[in-house]
């Protein structure tokens, strides 16, 4: 069975950083590209950063550029998401999420986990 | 950035009825257009993708339509397990992805 838990969230202070990981398994980590999606309370999904199976590429929204690095180790098949300068409005539930195929939907999601930008 | 619109922001179906839900983007995404059902605490789960096909397990009740910007879920006859947030997301712009605002369905 494909599964992905997710692990890393907590409170933290406006400006700090964080870091989540999600680990993979059931599946051939190295052949898929992952994402990070986020959901602030009540609100909708907003996709944060994807990164290709291989590493190699990766993307941002505009939102997190600069702040956010999303990695991997398929050694360990493991994704991650390394946040700084966090703010209030990065506060969200973070999902990671498995791409079907190339450039694909996301077909396997975490439970998520929960992260807190408050003083 | 595509700009993904849903419509209604809720829907109220009694069960057994059939439920249409649309989105709208604001530039062609072809066929890139994917639809999740999100339930209260539980992760979204893909329902549809290349706007037409069904995932892996999910049932025939549940149907994707359309192309360019204008898409269509349609949920044939709800049973009390559809009742959720179903959101819609396109993947043709991979340096953008984005979603829409969702549409909840409710009992009537």
């Known amino acids: 069975e494909m599964q992905l838990v997710e692990s890393g969230g907590g409170l933290v202070q406006p400006g700090g950083s964080l870091r989540l990981s999600c680990a993979a398994s059931?599946?051939?980590?190295?052949?898929?590209?992952m994402s990070w999606v986020r959901q602030a309370p009540g609100k909708g999904l907003e996709w944060v950063s994807s990164i290709s199976g291989s590493g190699g590429s990766t993307y941002y929204a505009d939102s997190v550029k600069g702040r956010f690095t999303i990695s991997r180790d398929n050694s360990k098949n493991t994704l991650y998401l390394h946040m700084n300068s966090l703010r209030a409005e990065d506060t969200a539930v973070y999902y990671c999420a498995k791409v079907r195929n190339y450039r694909d939907a996301f077909d396997i999601w975490g439970q998520g986990t929960m992260v807190t930008v408050s003083s | 950035e595509i700009v993904m619109t849903q419509s209604p922001a809720t829907l109220s179906v009694s069960p057994g009825e059939r439920a249409t839900l649309s989105c709208r983007a604001s530039q062609s995404v072809s066929s890139n257009l994917a639809w999740y059902q999100q339930k209260p605490g539980q992760a979204p789960r893909l329902l549809i993708y290349g706007a037409s096909t069904r995932a892996t397990g999910i049932p025939a009740r549940f149907s994707g339509s359309g192309s360019g910007t204008e898409f269509t879920l349609t949920i044939s006859s709800l049973q009390s397990e559809d009742f959720a947030v179903y959101h819609c997301?396109?993947?043709?712009?991979?340096?953008?992805?984005?979603f829409g605002g969702g549409t909840k369905v409710e009992i009537k």
């Open positions: 059931g599946f051939t980590f190295s052949s898929y590209a």
């Open positions: 997301q396109q993947y043709n712009n991979w340096l953008a992805l984005t």
